[in-house]
């Protein structure tokens, strides 16, 4: 009896799906920002970019880099089952000194990619924060961030269009009890982002814990992300939006 229950335990260890794995690449992955520029404090921030061909042939991956003066754009090869680091992405790949904006990565099989925007200015040593890139593919018309903390801490939103034309994207800023605090309606520009820094002091936030940001367009797929960043250590915490309320 021992036996056969061990046999039945081993065959549904081995057929059933990894439900807890999570899929983020695709032919074209979205990171709503990356940047090279001067933040609070001192602070010097830079991006090093992270990409990996999980897949038996190469891939060709073209950077397209929207940081508001124009296109830059980058074109390597990945060989099969071969990952790519690309420190301080905005200087040495694309060869400027500063600058911010959403990066598209596309590929001619999959890709997957992230990025660690990090300081590396401030007295009180670096710090930084992963940015998950995922694919446009699984990106929702909602994008719903919950748990936001004002208390000793600066929290910063954003949101970004991934697509070829503009929309319009509402955003609504609510309580733990889902009361309205503050919120606004504006056009985003193709492959633009908007980011509004430390929300709390923005819209006159009493400080407090549970807050939800939520950003909406109604017909097409956009990133919206959350940056909560400790006054004291600054340890940055980068959060992703979901989309509970688009459906399957």
Same mark, same amino acid.
């Given at each position: 009896?021992?036996?056969?229950?061990?046999?039945?335990?081993?065959?549904?260890?081995?057929?059933?799906?990894?439900?807890?794995?999570? &899929?983020?690449?695709?032919?074209?992955?979205?990171? /709503?920002?990356?940047?090279?520029? /001067?933040?609070?404090?001192?602070?010097?921030? &830079?991006?090093?970019?992270?990409?990996?061909?999980?897949?038996?042939?190469?891939?060709?991956?073209?950077?397209?880099?929207?940081?508001?003066?124009?296109?830059?754009?980058?074109?390597?090869?990945?060989?099969?089952?071969?990952?790519?680091?690309?420190?301080?992405?905005?200087?040495?790949?694309?060869?400027?000194?500063?600058?911010?904006?959403?990066?598209?990565?596309?590929?001619?099989?999959?890709?997957?990619?992230?990025?660690?925007?990090?300081?590396?200015?401030?007295?009180?040593?670096?710090?930084?924060?992963?940015?998950?890139?995922?694919?446009?593919?699984?990106?929702?018309?909602?994008?719903?961030?919950?748990?936001?903390?004002?208390?000793?801490? &600066?929290?910063?939103?954003?949101?970004?269009?991934?697509?070829?034309?503009?929309?319009?994207?509402?955003?609504?800023?609510?309580?733990?009890?889902?009361?309205?605090?503050?919120?606004?309606?504006?056009?985003?520009?193709?492959?633009?982002?908007?980011?509004?820094?430390?929300?709390?002091?923005?819209?006159?936030?009493?400080?407090?814990?549970?807050?939800?940001?939520?950003?909406?367009?109604?017909?097409?797929?956009?990133?919206?992300?959350?940056?909560?960043?400790?006054?004291?250590?600054?340890?940055?915490?980068?959060?992703?939006?979901?989309?509970?309320?688009?459906?399957?």
């Amino acid at each position: 009896m021992r036996r056969a229950l061990i046999v039945c335990l081993f065959l549904l260890f081995v057929t059933a799906a990894p439900v807890s794995a999570v &899929r983020l690449e695709g032919p074209v992955v979205i990171l /709503p920002v990356i940047g090279r520029f /001067p933040g609070d404090g001192g602070t010097q921030w &830079r991006t090093d970019l992270f990409l990996l061909n999980s897949f038996g042939e190469t891939t060709t991956v073209t950077l397209k880099f929207y940081d508001g003066t124009g296109l830059k754009t980058f074109t390597t090869a990945i060989n099969p089952y071969n990952s790519l680091s690309l420190p301080d992405v905005v200087l040495n790949t694309f060869g400027l000194q500063g600058g911010g904006g959403p990066l598209e990565i596309e590929s001619t099989t999959r890709i997957e990619a992230r990025a660690r925007i990090y300081n590396s200015g401030n007295p009180a040593g670096q710090f930084g924060q992963g940015v998950p890139g995922i694919t446009r593919d699984l990106l929702s018309r909602q994008s719903s961030l919950y748990g936001l903390s004002g208390s000793g801490a &600066r929290v910063n939103v954003g949101v970004m269009n991934p697509n070829d034309r503009t929309v319009t994207v509402s955003m609504v800023i609510v309580d733990r009890f889902n009361q309205g605090i503050a919120g606004e309606t504006f056009d985003l520009a193709p492959h633009s982002y908007r980011q509004f820094g430390n929300i709390f002091a923005l819209y006159n936030i009493p400080e407090q814990q549970g807050v939800r940001v939520q950003f909406n367009e109604f017909d097409d797929p956009i990133y919206g992300y959350a940056s909560e960043v400790r006054n004291d250590t600054g340890d940055a915490i980068f959060t992703f939006g979901t989309a509970p309320n688009t459906g399957p």
